[in-house]
């Protein structure tokens, strides 16, 4: 079995619901976190909702009017996960408010740089969560993953779960009787998901991030085009 233990993940739930309420994405999330945890994976569990974060996207909101940011504080967790998994429900067949507020807080630091002069998501590996009770599992990943890669975080393959009850007000994953811990294809796409995420997480470590080559913005700025021609000779 390969070693995980030096691996770092971070989990944000973006329920809409504040602690100590029950979430029905905190109990799939809970899945892939214990099996992170069984391989040795450091693994940090956040509420979004919880750490009273501004709208916008700015590192600290508090420089744009705002008179309290959770960000900044939370910010750190984030920058030192190898893997980050985003979970959130379903509202109308799309992502929730909380969850799109990560993904604003996320790109408000995708200008900033890692150690090897590329953007700071280099070198991490991303994947998410949908839970609900209507269609739209699929949708919301897709815009999530799209989100995700755009500032650098590396999508291995699979790397999306979820679980929906049936159309309509029914019950949700948790609730007795909704069948959500039982069903074979959410565990399924559950598991490979987290294990997915370890093999990227892992062979991004071993090979020491992502190449940095073709991919620095300072470098650019400074004349440098890596083999890029603006002026080719068409004949």
């Given amino acids: ?34 099996l992170m945890r069984e391989q040795g994976v450091h693994v940090t569990a956040v509420r979004a909702i919880d750490h009273d974060l501004a709208t916008g996207v700015y590192p600290d909101m508090t420089a744009h009017g705002w008179d309290h940011d959770g960000w900044p504080q939370l910010w750190p967790k984030v920058e030192a996960a ?19 507020q990560i993904i604003e807080r996320l790109y408000a630091m995708s200008g900033m740089f890692n150690d090897k002069g590329q953007y700071v998501y280099y070198g991490k590996t991303a994947g998410v969560v949908i839970t609900g009770n209507e269609d739209g599992v699929k949708h919301s990943a897709m815009s999530l993953l799209y989100s995700l890669q755009h500032i650098g975080y590396v999508i291995p393959p699979q790397a999306d779960a979820g679980w929906i009850g049936e159309i309509g ?27 997915n995420l370890l093999h990227m997480a892992r062979i991004l470590k071993d090979a020491g991030g992502f190449p940095a080559f073709g991919n620095l913005r300072a470098q650019w700025d400074n004349g440098e085009r890596f083999g890029y021609d603006a002026n080719p000779e068409y004949r």
Avoid: H
């Avoid at 893997?83 to 992502?95: M, T």
């Avoid at 069948?179 to 490979?192: C, I, K, L, Y």
């Fill in 169 to 195: 007000p029914g019950p949700s994953y948790l609730d007795e009787g909704s069948g959500g811990p039982q069903n074979d294809f959410t565990n399924r796409n559950t598991t490979f998901l987290t294990w």
């Fill in 1 to 34: 079995m390969t070693d995980y233990s030096d691996l770092k993940a971070i989990y944000i739930n973006c329920t809409l619901k504040r602690s100590p309420e029950v979430s029905n994405t905190q109990g799939l999330l809970d899945r892939s976190i214990a």
């Fill in 82 to 100: 190898d893997i980050l998994v985003l979970g959130g429900p379903i509202w109308l067949g799309d992502n929730g408010s909380v969850t799109r």
